[in-house]
């Protein structure tokens, strides 16, 4: 990954469109994503209204670019009038993600859609089906990121959502996203009464290379963007690194006594670039007064 890297989310919150009022609300809240859903936060019955609240919402988004959608799975007609308010909206959210996708052909296709439609959002996967984690490498080309959506790919095996029963799931994740440069970003916590799983689960996904981490609260932003955006000493560290093996001709340097050779930059060069394009994109200080209270 090198300087043209995409800059990735380390943090979205989820919030149902249920309520104007409720989405507009969490937009006073620092994450980097911000997401509209449009699928299981909202009843049937109440499908049609979450479409306009989301139109209304578009329209009013202080940073479209960095608000998301989650549409309803493909081939429902919740998901072809999802499409049309994506179609005819005169504001385009800066990213779709999809739900219950078996393939990649689906995230084609979406993407095709929308493109005929001149909208063309960065489009998330979220990984909640034993298709869609056999098919993995090719679902992780075909789209932008991947998100895990641990609640229905638990049910789906029969499991409980525990760090054991996921873990094969996320190694794929973290093994295609690298390959293919996708975004992975992590789901959410629904032990939200239990602050030390969210810190776990944070730490273990760190070690496993994933970027970001999805929540449906706002009181554990503070924890996720901590632990997750770029920290400017790593950063400095990566820098000194990569200037190392520079200055070695791209051989085996050593710096503060440690060995550091041609992998250590190229993961060095990696961190800073995803770092720069991060910054870019979402790290302008825009942490508003009252940032991590709950708005509801």
Known sequence: MTADARAI????????????????????YDADVHLIDLEDAVP?????????????????????????????PLG???AVHDLELLADCPVAPGFVVMTM??????VTLLRATLDSAGVHP???VTLETPAAVADIDAVAAAADGLVLGSADLATALGVEITWAGMLAARQAMALACARHRTACIDTANYRISEPAVLTEEIERVRELGFHGKATVH???LATINRELRPDPDELGSARRVDAAVRAA?????VLDGNMVGPPFARRARTTV??????????GADRTPEGAGHDPR
Do not use: H, Q
């Open 218 to 220: 706002p009181r554990e």
């Open 101 to 106: 996708v078996e393939s990649a052909v689906e």
């Open 9 to 28: 989310p380390r943090s979205v919150l989820y919030t149902p469109a249920l309520s104007l009022d409720r989405v507009t609300k969490a937009w006073t």
């Open 76 to 78: 429902t007609m919740e």
């Open 249 to 253: 001709e791209g051989g085996i340097a």
């Open 273 to 282: 670039a995803l770092g720069d394009a991060w910054t870019a994109r979402f």
């Open 44 to 72: 049937p019955p109440r499908k049609a209204a979450g479409r306009e609240i989301c139109r209304t919402a578009l329209t009013r988004a202080p940073a479209p670019a960095n608000v998301a959608v989650r549409v309803n």
């Open 122 to 124: 960065e489009i998330y």
